[in-house]
Protein backbone atom coordinates (compact mmCIF):
# COMPACT_ATOMS: atom_id res chain seq x y z
CA UNK A 1 0.00 0.00 0.00
CA UNK A 2 1.81 3.27 -0.95
CA UNK A 3 2.37 5.82 2.13
CA UNK A 4 0.43 9.03 1.81
CA UNK A 5 2.49 11.81 0.86
CA UNK A 6 3.09 14.37 3.28
CA UNK A 7 0.89 17.62 3.49
CA UNK A 8 4.11 20.06 3.69
CA UNK A 9 7.56 18.40 3.20
CA UNK A 10 11.13 20.17 3.87
CA UNK A 11 11.05 20.74 -0.11
CA UNK A 12 8.28 22.74 0.66
CA UNK A 13 9.95 24.72 2.78
CA UNK A 14 13.22 25.25 0.70
CA UNK A 15 10.67 26.22 -2.22
CA UNK A 16 9.29 28.89 0.08
CA UNK A 17 12.56 30.02 1.51
CA UNK A 18 13.16 30.75 -2.33
CA UNK A 19 10.33 32.30 -3.89
CA UNK A 20 9.95 34.75 -0.66
CA UNK A 21 13.81 35.81 -0.35
CA UNK A 22 13.67 38.80 -1.63
CA UNK A 23 11.21 40.31 0.11
CA UNK A 24 11.64 39.44 3.58
CA UNK A 25 14.57 39.32 6.25
CA UNK A 26 16.83 37.03 7.85
CA UNK A 27 16.27 37.71 11.37
CA UNK A 28 18.51 37.66 13.97
CA UNK A 29 19.08 34.51 16.38
CA UNK A 30 21.21 36.04 19.41
CA UNK A 31 22.43 34.64 22.49
CA UNK A 32 21.19 36.13 25.80
CA UNK A 33 23.79 35.29 28.76
CA UNK A 34 21.08 37.35 31.49
CA UNK A 35 18.06 35.50 30.30
CA UNK A 36 20.24 32.49 30.58
CA UNK A 37 21.13 32.77 33.97
CA UNK A 38 17.82 33.27 34.79
CA UNK A 39 16.27 30.42 32.98
CA UNK A 40 19.07 27.59 33.72
CA UNK A 41 20.28 26.64 30.46
CA UNK A 42 21.66 28.44 27.01
CA UNK A 43 18.69 30.74 25.45
CA UNK A 44 18.85 31.68 21.94
CA UNK A 45 16.36 34.14 20.75
CA UNK A 46 14.95 34.01 17.45
CA UNK A 47 13.88 38.16 16.94
CA UNK A 48 11.06 37.82 15.10
CA UNK A 49 10.52 40.87 15.77
CA UNK A 50 12.72 42.29 13.43
CA UNK A 51 11.08 40.84 10.41
CA UNK A 52 8.87 43.17 8.10
CA UNK A 53 5.63 44.51 10.00
CA UNK A 54 7.34 43.47 13.60
CA UNK A 55 6.87 39.38 13.40
CA UNK A 56 7.00 35.98 11.18
CA UNK A 57 3.73 36.78 9.23
CA UNK A 58 5.06 37.78 6.13
CA UNK A 59 6.51 34.55 5.48
CA UNK A 60 3.23 32.66 5.29
CA UNK A 61 1.83 35.50 3.58
CA UNK A 62 3.55 35.60 0.59
CA UNK A 63 4.29 31.99 -0.02
CA UNK A 64 0.71 31.67 0.12
CA UNK A 65 0.17 34.92 -1.92
CA UNK A 66 2.67 34.39 -4.45
CA UNK A 67 1.69 30.51 -5.00
CA UNK A 68 -2.07 31.97 -6.50
CA UNK A 69 -2.40 32.36 -10.20
CA UNK A 70 -2.36 35.52 -11.57
CA UNK A 71 -5.96 34.95 -12.37
CA UNK A 72 -6.41 34.23 -8.51
CA UNK A 73 -5.04 37.09 -7.16
CA UNK A 74 -6.66 38.95 -10.12
CA UNK A 75 -9.83 38.10 -7.86
CA UNK A 76 -8.85 39.49 -4.90
CA UNK A 77 -7.28 38.65 -1.64
CA UNK A 78 -9.01 37.72 1.58
CA UNK A 79 -8.04 37.10 4.83
CA UNK A 80 -8.63 37.40 8.68
CA UNK A 81 -6.92 38.14 11.93
CA UNK A 82 -6.23 39.45 15.29
CA UNK A 83 -3.81 41.74 13.93
CA UNK A 84 -0.44 40.51 12.76
CA UNK A 85 -1.41 38.34 9.78
CA UNK A 86 -3.22 41.10 8.54
CA UNK A 87 -0.38 43.16 8.41
CA UNK A 88 1.54 40.35 6.84
CA UNK A 89 -1.07 39.61 3.85
CA UNK A 90 -1.16 44.07 3.58
CA UNK A 91 2.99 43.37 2.91
CA UNK A 92 2.98 40.63 0.89
CA UNK A 93 0.07 42.39 -1.45
CA UNK A 94 2.08 45.34 -1.61
CA UNK A 95 5.29 43.56 -2.00
CA UNK A 96 4.43 41.52 -5.33
CA UNK A 97 1.59 44.48 -6.43
CA UNK A 98 -1.37 42.83 -5.56
CA UNK A 99 -4.45 45.95 -6.50
CA UNK A 100 -7.57 44.07 -4.21
CA UNK A 101 -7.10 42.89 -0.44
CA UNK A 102 -9.52 42.33 2.07
CA UNK A 103 -8.76 42.41 5.98
CA UNK A 104 -11.05 41.05 8.77
CA UNK A 105 -10.05 42.20 11.83
CA UNK A 106 -11.49 41.35 15.19
CA UNK A 107 -12.13 44.70 17.04
CA UNK A 108 -9.82 43.67 20.14
CA UNK A 109 -6.69 44.12 17.92
CA UNK A 110 -3.67 46.05 19.31
CA UNK A 111 -3.78 49.69 18.45
CA UNK A 112 -0.35 49.38 17.21
CA UNK A 113 -1.60 46.83 14.62
CA UNK A 114 -4.43 48.82 13.74
CA UNK A 115 -1.78 52.38 12.97
CA UNK A 116 0.38 50.10 11.13
CA UNK A 117 -2.69 48.62 8.81
CA UNK A 118 -3.46 51.52 8.15
CA UNK A 119 -0.22 52.47 6.19
CA UNK A 120 -0.85 49.79 3.46
CA UNK A 121 -3.65 49.98 0.62
CA UNK A 122 -5.89 47.28 1.69
CA UNK A 123 -9.73 47.86 3.27
CA UNK A 124 -9.47 47.14 6.37
CA UNK A 125 -12.90 45.91 7.90
CA UNK A 126 -13.54 45.44 11.75
CA UNK A 127 -15.41 42.78 13.20
CA UNK A 128 -16.08 40.97 15.89
CA UNK A 129 -14.65 40.52 19.64
CA UNK A 130 -12.73 37.06 18.42
CA UNK A 131 -10.63 36.10 15.51
CA UNK A 132 -13.17 33.73 14.74
CA UNK A 133 -16.15 35.88 14.19
CA UNK A 134 -13.59 37.58 11.54
CA UNK A 135 -12.45 34.83 10.15
CA UNK A 136 -16.38 33.99 9.65
CA UNK A 137 -16.77 37.24 7.98
CA UNK A 138 -14.06 36.70 5.92
CA UNK A 139 -15.20 33.82 4.64
CA UNK A 140 -18.61 35.06 4.07
CA UNK A 141 -16.85 37.79 1.67
CA UNK A 142 -15.15 35.19 0.05
CA UNK A 143 -18.05 33.05 -0.69
CA UNK A 144 -19.46 36.64 -1.98
CA UNK A 145 -17.12 37.34 -4.34
CA UNK A 146 -14.52 34.59 -5.29
CA UNK A 147 -11.70 36.27 -3.91
CA UNK A 148 -8.39 33.81 -2.86
CA UNK A 149 -8.73 33.34 1.05
CA UNK A 150 -5.32 33.16 2.50
CA UNK A 151 -5.84 31.81 6.26
CA UNK A 152 -3.40 32.29 8.77
CA UNK A 153 -2.47 28.94 9.62
CA UNK A 154 -4.79 26.49 8.31
CA UNK A 155 -2.99 26.07 4.62
CA UNK A 156 -0.20 23.99 3.75
CA UNK A 157 1.73 27.07 2.04
CA UNK A 158 1.31 29.23 4.96
CA UNK A 159 2.86 26.69 7.09
CA UNK A 160 5.88 26.14 4.44
CA UNK A 161 6.56 29.95 4.44
CA UNK A 162 6.27 30.28 8.45
CA UNK A 163 8.98 27.07 8.64
CA UNK A 164 11.13 29.25 6.71
CA UNK A 165 12.36 30.66 10.06
CA UNK A 166 12.84 26.70 11.25
CA UNK A 167 15.37 26.30 8.26
CA UNK A 168 17.15 30.19 9.32
CA UNK A 169 17.76 28.58 13.07
CA UNK A 170 19.00 25.20 12.30
CA UNK A 171 21.90 26.74 9.99
CA UNK A 172 22.52 29.55 11.92
CA UNK A 173 23.26 27.11 15.18
CA UNK A 174 24.79 23.86 14.63
CA UNK A 175 23.18 22.00 17.84
CA UNK A 176 20.85 22.84 20.45
CA UNK A 177 18.67 20.68 22.46
CA UNK A 178 15.14 22.54 22.25
CA UNK A 179 13.34 25.21 20.16
CA UNK A 180 10.18 26.64 22.36
CA UNK A 181 7.58 28.38 20.09
CA UNK A 182 4.64 30.84 20.67
CA UNK A 183 1.44 28.74 19.36
CA UNK A 184 -1.49 29.73 18.14
CA UNK A 185 -3.49 28.57 14.69
CA UNK A 186 -0.50 26.19 14.79
CA UNK A 187 1.77 27.04 11.69
CA UNK A 188 5.02 28.40 12.92
CA UNK A 189 5.23 25.51 15.19
CA UNK A 190 4.49 22.86 12.74
CA UNK A 191 6.88 24.71 9.89
CA UNK A 192 9.78 25.15 12.55
CA UNK A 193 9.36 21.59 13.98
CA UNK A 194 9.41 20.32 10.38
CA UNK A 195 12.85 22.14 9.77
CA UNK A 196 14.20 21.41 13.69
CA UNK A 197 13.73 17.39 13.23
CA UNK A 198 15.07 16.97 10.01
CA UNK A 199 18.22 18.28 11.27
CA UNK A 200 18.59 17.88 14.32
CA UNK A 201 15.75 14.70 15.24
CA UNK A 202 16.63 14.52 18.84
CA UNK A 203 15.87 18.05 19.88
CA UNK A 204 12.87 18.75 21.38
CA UNK A 205 10.10 20.89 20.11
CA UNK A 206 7.98 22.87 22.25
CA UNK A 207 4.98 24.85 22.36
CA UNK A 208 3.39 27.15 24.45
CA UNK A 209 -0.39 28.69 24.96
CA UNK A 210 -1.58 31.02 27.04
CA UNK A 211 -3.38 29.52 29.83
CA UNK A 212 -6.39 31.14 28.19
CA UNK A 213 -6.14 29.89 25.17
CA UNK A 214 -5.45 26.02 25.13
CA UNK A 215 -6.37 24.72 22.27
CA UNK A 216 -2.99 22.82 21.15
CA UNK A 217 -2.62 21.21 24.36
CA UNK A 218 -6.37 19.97 24.32
CA UNK A 219 -5.41 19.39 20.58
CA UNK A 220 -2.64 16.93 21.29
CA UNK A 221 -4.27 14.77 24.45
CA UNK A 222 -7.76 14.36 22.31
CA UNK A 223 -6.09 13.80 19.13
CA UNK A 224 -7.18 15.42 16.64
CA UNK A 225 -7.42 19.83 15.80
CA UNK A 226 -9.48 22.04 18.29
CA UNK A 227 -10.72 24.25 15.88
CA UNK A 228 -12.33 26.34 17.04
CA UNK A 229 -11.94 27.11 20.77
CA UNK A 230 -13.76 29.50 22.51
CA UNK A 231 -11.25 31.15 24.37
CA UNK A 232 -11.39 33.29 27.59
CA UNK A 233 -9.37 36.89 27.48
CA UNK A 234 -6.26 37.21 27.06
CA UNK A 235 -3.19 39.91 26.04
CA UNK A 236 -2.23 37.04 23.84
CA UNK A 237 -4.34 37.67 21.02
CA UNK A 238 -2.51 36.00 18.49
CA UNK A 239 -2.36 32.79 20.23
CA UNK A 240 -6.19 33.01 20.56
CA UNK A 241 -8.79 30.46 19.56
CA UNK A 242 -8.46 27.15 17.87
CA UNK A 243 -5.40 24.71 16.24
CA UNK A 244 -5.43 24.30 12.33
CA UNK A 245 -6.32 21.05 11.30
CA UNK A 246 -3.68 20.95 8.95
CA UNK A 247 -0.63 21.79 11.71
CA UNK A 248 -2.09 19.33 13.43
CA UNK A 249 -1.83 16.96 10.67
CA UNK A 250 1.71 17.95 9.26
CA UNK A 251 3.05 18.18 12.70
CA UNK A 252 1.78 15.83 15.83
CA UNK A 253 3.92 13.68 15.35
CA UNK A 254 7.34 16.60 15.65
CA UNK A 255 5.97 18.08 18.68
CA UNK A 256 6.77 16.94 22.22
CA UNK A 257 4.95 18.67 24.54
CA UNK A 258 2.65 21.52 24.74
CA UNK A 259 2.77 24.14 27.93
CA UNK A 260 0.86 26.39 29.23
CA UNK A 261 1.87 29.76 30.79
CA UNK A 262 -0.57 32.85 32.68
CA UNK A 263 -1.26 36.52 31.45
CA UNK A 264 1.22 37.40 34.43
CA UNK A 265 4.11 35.28 33.44
CA UNK A 266 3.53 37.11 29.89
CA UNK A 267 3.32 40.52 31.49
CA UNK A 268 7.03 39.60 33.10
CA UNK A 269 8.38 38.33 30.08
CA UNK A 270 8.04 41.29 28.13
CA UNK A 271 9.24 42.89 30.68
CA UNK A 272 12.22 40.72 31.48
CA UNK A 273 13.63 40.97 27.52
CA UNK A 274 13.23 44.65 27.94
CA UNK A 275 15.70 44.90 30.85
CA UNK A 276 18.04 41.87 29.80
CA UNK A 277 17.96 42.32 26.17
CA UNK A 278 16.34 45.35 24.93
CA UNK A 279 13.66 43.85 22.92
CA UNK A 280 10.22 44.96 22.65
CA UNK A 281 7.86 41.77 22.24
CA UNK A 282 3.54 41.38 22.86
CA UNK A 283 2.36 38.75 24.51
CA UNK A 284 1.83 36.48 22.06
CA UNK A 285 5.60 36.77 20.98
CA UNK A 286 7.24 36.34 24.43
CA UNK A 287 5.20 33.26 25.36
CA UNK A 288 7.96 30.87 25.00
CA UNK A 289 10.32 33.09 26.95
CA UNK A 290 7.58 32.76 29.74
CA UNK A 291 7.66 29.51 29.85
CA UNK A 292 11.66 28.86 29.85
CA UNK A 293 11.91 31.58 32.69
CA UNK A 294 9.00 29.95 34.68
CA UNK A 295 10.42 26.18 34.33
CA UNK A 296 7.79 24.80 32.51
CA UNK A 297 9.37 21.97 31.39
CA UNK A 298 12.60 20.97 32.15
CA UNK A 299 15.40 22.24 29.97
CA UNK A 300 18.77 22.03 29.27
CA UNK A 301 22.00 22.58 27.22
CA UNK A 302 21.40 25.20 24.03
CA UNK A 303 17.31 26.37 23.71
CA UNK A 304 16.17 28.34 21.12
CA UNK A 305 12.97 30.90 21.77
CA UNK A 306 11.13 32.18 18.92
CA UNK A 307 9.92 35.93 19.83
CA UNK A 308 7.26 35.55 17.37
CA UNK A 309 6.12 39.11 17.40
CA UNK A 310 6.40 42.69 18.65
CA UNK A 311 3.29 44.55 17.82
CA UNK A 312 2.77 46.05 21.46
CA UNK A 313 1.16 49.64 21.81
CA UNK A 314 2.33 51.88 23.98
CA UNK A 315 -0.70 51.91 26.47
CA UNK A 316 -0.21 48.37 27.08
CA UNK A 317 3.13 48.53 27.81
CA UNK A 318 2.72 51.74 30.30
CA UNK A 319 0.03 49.52 31.89
CA UNK A 320 2.35 46.29 32.44
CA UNK A 321 5.15 48.47 33.82
CA UNK A 322 2.96 50.43 35.74
CA UNK A 323 1.46 47.11 37.58
CA UNK A 324 4.92 46.89 38.96
CA UNK A 325 5.61 43.10 37.82
CA UNK A 326 9.13 41.70 38.06
CA UNK A 327 11.02 38.35 37.94
Known amino acids: ?58 RGALNKVM ?9 GIVAASAGNHALGVAYACRAIGVDRADVFVQATAAP ?11 AVHWVGET ?32 GTCGLEIVEDLNDFDAVIVPTGGGALI ?56 IPFAAAHDLIDEIVLVSEEEMKRAIVALIDSDQILAEASGVAGMAAALNRKTALTGK ?6 GG ?15 NE
Not at 67 to 75: A, D, F, I, Q, W
Not at 138 to 158: I, K, N, Q
Request: glycine letters at 6%.
Open 131 to 162: YEEAQQAALAHVRSTGAAYVSAYDDPAVVAGQ
Open 190 to 245: AGVALAVKSAHPRARVIGVNPAASPAALLSFQRGYAVDPYDHEPTLAHGLAGGFGK
Open 112 to 122: SKIAKLREYPV
Open 311 to 325: NIDSNTLKLILSEGV
Open 1 to 58: MMQAMPLVSLPDLRTARQRIAPYILRTPLTYSFLLSERAGCDIWLKQETRQHTGSFKP
Open 303 to 308: VVVVIS
Open 67 to 75: SLTGEERSR
